[in-house]
């Protein structure tokens, strides 16, 4: 799980319940006709703007914002060098016998197994590259439209509130209800949007960046193993991918 995600979900849910806490009453945050406004404005314009099958993939997969982080990029270089070494001692058959836990390097391996032509490896797996990422910014593009159409229905909450207001001049007994309504409608409107569908979408930006990022550090080192370059060769061209305090010092290490 990352514990950054989750602690800033916390606090954020903790400073909201402390503030409303502290208040007389508590439970008048929970009014029925506002929360009916906001989230009942947010299904149905989520429904009719996707289909349900993509809002129900897309809430899959915010729930790697949560669980799931992308695998640490040195690790990948000294995971796929070692194969590389592996390789170079015992054949590039002995791969198929050492395959990797990630399936998209698994993939690649085995495509380098059975010796397919360099250019059709890149073609491929670029294009799995690029078929990820193209889902990812479609369950992005969902939490951003949430986050536009939370403020949006707060505000109609308000107006409706602000309508049940003046109508009820002449009746002092509806004004404290029509001013929660238009009040309330605007703070759930405004939680939404910003403590959770804006960092939800910001996070899996973020996610889908790192791991395109691995991915196609994983598609060069396959590409290397097609083209049979050395551990040493393979290791420094990896290595271009990685910060100057990351890079790895393996195969130079067991060479020298």
Known sequence: MDRGTLLGLLLGLGLLGVAIGLGPNPRIFLHAQSLIVVF???IASTLIRFPLSNVRSAFDVASRAFFTRAKNRPAVVLEIVGLCQRARREGIMSLEKHMPEDPFLAKGIQMVADRLDHDHIRDVLGAEIHATQERHGLGQE???FIAGA???FGMVGTL???VQLFASLKDSSGIGSAMALSLLSTLWG???AYLFALPISGKLELRSKEEAQNKQLMLEGILGLRSELHPAQLEEALNAFLAP??????ASASRG
């Open 40 to 42: 009942g404005g947010i």
């Open 150 to 152: 939370a403020p949006s």
């Open 160 to 162: 409706i509130g602000m």
């Open 190 to 192: 405004a939680v939404i």
């Open 245 to 250: 305090s990351d890079k790895v010092r393996r």
């Open 142 to 144: 969902i939490f951003r």
